[in-house]
Antibody
């Protein structure tokens, strides 16, 4: 059974940093691109970032480019999202996804709240 | 960036009736070398993460009821629920995965009338 378990969310002040983690299981991690999608409270889905199966290619939405970095550790079956210079409008549930473009599995999400 | 626009924003349909949701891309998501449309539909029920229903514009995922169908090509796509059931109440999103950033539509909220 495919499982994606996010962690690392929480309350952070504007300008601060957080690192989200996503522990994957139930599939061959190195064979899949991975990604992150977010959803602000009561709003729609926003694709944030993706990473190819090899880790060689990364992709970002314009609104996070230069602030967020996606990476993966194949030895730990984990994908990360390093988030810097956080702003109030980054407040959202962040979902880990299997698939950097077409998404076939989603985690339950971790809430990031940016507020002073 | 490719902008995905769904219509309507919300929709009320009676149980047993047909529901139709439209999705328009600002540029074609048809990749001519393989004749595939890079368009997916997702269903999100309250308090849950989204679920993939349809990929490649018309390929239903395993376990998805056959009352769900996808159609369209190029820039114009449709998700149809042939006979609405109570459990289909959800928000539905289209997404293009042709080119990064892989953008979503704004969502269509489907309710029972």
């Amino acid at each position: 059974e495919v499982q994606l378990l996010e962690s690392g969310g929480g309350l952070v002040q504007p300008g601060g940093s957080l690192r989200l983690s996503c522990a994957a299981s139930g599939f061959t991690f190195s064979s899949y691109g991975m990604g992150w999608v977010r959803q602000a409270p009561g709003k729609g889905l926003e694709w944030v970032s993706g990473l190819s199966d090899s880790g060689d290619n990364t992709y970002y939405a314009d609104f996070v480019k230069g602030r967020f970095t996606i990476s993966r550790d194949t030895s730990k079956n984990t994908v990360y999202l390093q988030m810097n210079s956080l702003r109030a409008d980054d407040t959202a549930i962040y979902y880990c996804t299997r698939g950097d473009n077409l998404i076939d599995y989603w985690g339950q999400g971790t809430l990031v709240t940016v507020s002073s | 960036d490719i902008v995905m626009t769904q219509s309507p924003d919300s929709l009320g349909v009676s149980v047993g009736e047909r529901a139709t949701i439209n999705c328009k891309a600002s540029q074609s998501v048809l990749y001519r070398s393989n004749n595939k449309n890079y368009l997916a539909w997702y269903q999100q029920k309250p308090g849950q993460p989204p679920k993939l229903l349809i990929s490649w514009a018309s390929t239903r995922e395993s376990g998805v009821p056959d009352r769900f169908s996808g159609s369209g090509s190029g820039t114009d796509f449709t998700l149809t629920i042939s006979s609405l059931q109570a459990e289909d109440v959800a928000v539905y999103y289209c997404q293009q995965y042709d080119s990064s950033p892989y953008t979503f539509g704004q969502g269509t909220k489907l309710e029972i009338k």
